[in-house]
């Protein structure tokens, strides 16, 4: 059975950082990309940040690109989320996603597995 259970949301105040985690089971985690997406009240999920299998090749869009980093660690099967300069629009539940694909990393459709979701607000 597979698990992905998300940390280290919270509440923070505009310009502050934040590090989500994401630890995986059940699944062989250097065999799967990893994603990160986000859900605003309202509004529908976007991506967020993904990273490869494979050299660890990262993908975000330009909403967070140079503010937020996604990395991995195989030997603790977890994927991270590091989020600096935040802004109110951050504001969301994020949520990470694990898939066998190798493309398509920013669609969700692409995902098979996602855990529950956490918690950040930024506050102005």
């Known amino acids: 059975q597979v698990q992905l259970v998300e940390s280290g949301g919270g509440l923070v105040q505009a310009g502050g950082s934040l590090r989500l985690s994401c630890a995986a089971s059940?699944?062989?985690?250097?065999?799967?990309?990893m994603g990160w997406f986000r859900q605003a009240p309202g509004k529908e999920r976007q991506f967020v940040a993904a990273i490869s299998w494979h050299n660890d090749i990262t993908y975000y869009p330009d909403s967070v690109k140079g503010r937020f980093t996604i990395s991995r660690d195989n030997a603790k099967n977890t994927v991270f989320l590091q989020m600096n300069s935040l802004k109110p629009e951050d504001t969301a539940v994020y949520y990470c996603a694990a898939t066998g694909s190798a493309h398509g990393l920013g669609y969700e459709r692409e995902y098979d597995y996602w855990g529950q979701g956490t918690r950040v607000t930024v506050s102005s």
């Open positions: 059940g699944l062989t985690f250097s065999s799967v990309a």
